[in-house]
Nanobody, 127 residues
Framework: QVLLSEFGGDSVQAGGSLRLSCVVF????????MAWFRQAPGKEREGVAA???????TYADSVKGRFTISKDTAEHTSYLIMNSLKPEDTGMYFC?????????????????????WGQGTQVTVSS
């Protein structure tokens, strides 16, 4: 059984930084696409960043220059480093994996592209 588990959510002041981690359990291969999404209260879930098996990345415009996604293939772990956090970054952050694709597709930040999801980790940014 494949499981994704996120870690690292916390409450921080605006301007602060956090590093989220997502560990994949139960999948033996190391080339696949992973992504981070977030959902604020009362809002739709939105894609934040994605990384494919070759390390190619893409970001939502709202986080470009502030967030960095990376992946440790050997550890089956994806990271989301978030700098210069803003109150509007507040939300539940989810990681997702697409084991059927090792390259970024045309819509890597759409949640419909992913079947496997973690339970989420809460990020709260206060002003």
């Amino acid at each position: 059984q494949v499981l994704l588990s996120e870690f690292g959510g916390d409450s921080v002041q605006a301007g602060g930084s956090l590093r989220l981690s997502c560990v994949v359990f139960g999948y033996a291969y190391d080339k696949y696409t992973m992504a981070w999404f977030r959902q604020a209260p009362g809002k739709e879930r939105e894609g934040v960043a994605a990384i494919d098996g070759d390390g190619m990345t893409t970001y939502a415009d709202s986080v470009k220059g502030r967030f960095t996604i990376s992946k440790d293939t050997a550890e089956h772990t994806s990271y989301l480093i978030m700098n210069s956090l803003k109150p509007e970054d507040t939300g539940m952050y989810f990681c997702a994996a697409d084991f059927a694709s090792d390259t970024l597709g045309p819509h890597p930040l759409l949640q419909d592209e992913y079947i496997y999801w973690g339970q989420g980790t809460q990020v709260t940014v206060s002003s």
